[in-house]
């Protein structure tokens, strides 16, 4: 494959000697599907009805009495290879060296060429909204809230997670809790056959993979429709 030389790229941070390469563990054994998380973000960024930058999947399985429900916490996976990147024809989103992906507003168009290649449908539109002072008709995501980082705190999801099913850390820092974290435990990622190396790692509650036990990753029809035109159209890039 030819070298991925467009698009504001940050080069792989991921176990980079003196780099920070921030990420996420989601410990799905603590997890009680509360939304706080979800609240949380809403809170900090406004986000408009309708849309959101982190979601909880929630699926019940199993027969009465015997009934349980699943939880999945998801965002953007910040991934150390974004193909969102890869695809904004005005350099929009882009990769920050410590492993955030990133979105200028006064430069998106609204094509959502990244909304389709994002592999974790973790991008929306902006509608309108009360505050003319807030942009609108351009993509958004999850920042893994960058500005609170930038500042020594750490995300508002993480913050409010009454749980703590959700840890935010350097992973390159061996001392670090999301380092031990991955060290200690079996973990898995979302879509790990894209290439595209997330970096929200999932500490399952059992041995069977995500998919296998909740289905909790299945995609709507016309979003699997637009994404396989994609890859077509960008076949040698994605």
Not at 88 to 94: E, H, K, L
Not at 175 to 196: C, D, F, H, R
Not at 206 to 212: D, L, P, R, Y
Request: aromatic residues 8%; charged residues 25%; glycine residues 6%.
């Amino acid at each position: 494959m030819p070298e991925r030389s467009f698009g504001l790229q940050a080069p792989p941070s991921l176990g980079a000697p003196g780099k920070k390469r921030y990420a996420m563990v989601v410990d799905l054994r603590r997890c009680i599907g509360c939304m706080a998380c979800v609240l949380a973000d809403k809170a900090e960024f406004e986000v408009p009805l309708g849309v959101w930058r982190t979601w909880v999947s929630v699926r019940t399985v199993g027969q009465y009495p015997h009934v349980k429900k699943h939880f999945l916490p998801r965002l953007c996976n910040h991934c150390d290879d974004p193909p969102c990147v890869r695809v904004c024809p005005v350099q929009a989103t882009y990769k920050h060296e410590e492993g955030f992906v990133l979105q200028r507003y006064e430069r998106c168009i609204g094509c959502k060429a990244c909304m389709v290649a994002c592999p974790y449908n973790a991008r929306h539109i902006l509608p309108k909204r009360g505050n003319p002072n807030l942009p609108t008709n351009v993509v958004d995501k999850c920042t893994f809230c960058f500005h609170r980082v930038s500042q020594g705190l750490v995300p508002a999801c993480a913050q409010t997670c009454v749980g703590r099913a959700r840890i935010f850390g350097d992973i390159n820092d061996p001392n670090s809790e999301v380092a031990k974290l991955v060290a200690a435990n079996s973990t898995i990622v979302l879509k790990p056959e894209m290439g595209t190396k997330p970096q929200i790692y999932y500490i399952m509650p059992n041995q069977k993979s995500i998919s296998q036990e909740a289905g909790l990753l299945e995609e709507p029809a016309d979003v699997k429709e637009d994404r396989k035109a994609h890859r077509e159209h960008f076949g040698l890039y994605f």
